[in-house]
């Protein structure tokens, strides 16, 4: 498994990995397991044979804690595993309920003033208002997502080196 970080990796949300090993499911699983008791004061999560959630321990819990998600499926002849770095699926579908709430109201409060215009009328003068306050709050939500981010950087960090320790030793060259 290659682990360079690249100007990629340093834009992408939800980073993610995929790599192939020679072990079964269960095997797999039980490293993992063996792997997060051998470190328990550091790393906490779920692990069984098909899906393992790992976050970092702290005294603090922020909305956007981050996690890995490792999921272990079969293709073909071969056990691949797939990790996702990113916070919980309940943040996550959260902020992009909220990016697409927003963005729907700002599309609908601009089409009323683009129409009112159209037709020289003066039903909705309120309509750019509050497609700029849509605005607002799609950044308001950007920015609340880049400060989750920014304090879950150091986390994340380690979650990478929970990904490259505890998974890069059974990772089959697939040529």
Same mark, same amino acid.
């Given at each position: 498994?290659? #682990?360079? =970080? @690249?100007?990629?990796? &340093?834009?992408? %949300?939800?980073?993610?990995? &995929?790599? *192939? #090993? ?18 328990? !004061?550091? *790393? +906490? ?7 393992? %959630? ?6 603090? !819990? ?6 890995? @998600?490792?999921?272990? =499926?079969? =293709?073909? !002849?071969?056990?691949?595993?797939? /990790?996702?770095? /990113? ?5 996550? #579908? ?13 599309? %609908? ?11 020289? +009328? ?6 750019? +208002?509050? +497609?700029?306050?849509?605005? *607002?709050?799609?950044?308001? #939500? ?5 400060? /989750?981010?920014?304090? /879950?950087? =150091? ?10 320790? @505890? %998974? ?6 697939? @040529?």
């Amino acid at each position: 498994m290659e #682990t360079k =970080e @690249s100007t990629i990796d &340093k834009i992408r %949300t939800r980073p993610r990995f &995929k790599m *192939f #090993t020679h072990l079964t499911k269960d095997e797999y699983a039980e490293q993992l397991k063996k792997y997060l008791a051998e470190h328990k !004061d550091e *790393f +906490s999560g779920n692990i069984n044979k098909e899906v393992a %959630t790992i976050w970092v321990e702290t005294k603090y !819990d922020n909305y956007w804690k981050p996690r890995l @998600s490792l999921r272990i =499926e079969v =293709e073909e !002849d071969d056990i691949a595993i797939r /990790g996702i770095f /990113g916070p919980s699926s309940a943040v996550w #579908t959260f902020f992009m309920f909220l990016y697409f709430s927003f963005s729907i109201l700002w599309m %609908t409060f601009f089409t009323m003033f683009y129409v009112e215009k159209q037709i020289k +009328s003066a039903e909705f003068p309120w309509a750019l +208002s509050a +497609s700029f306050v849509m605005l *607002f709050f799609i950044l308001l #939500t950007y920015v609340a997502a880049r400060f /989750g981010q920014y304090k /879950g950087k =150091e986390e994340m960090l380690k979650l990478r080196r929970f990904a490259e320790e @505890s %998974t890069s030793q059974f990772e089959k060259k697939i @040529s």
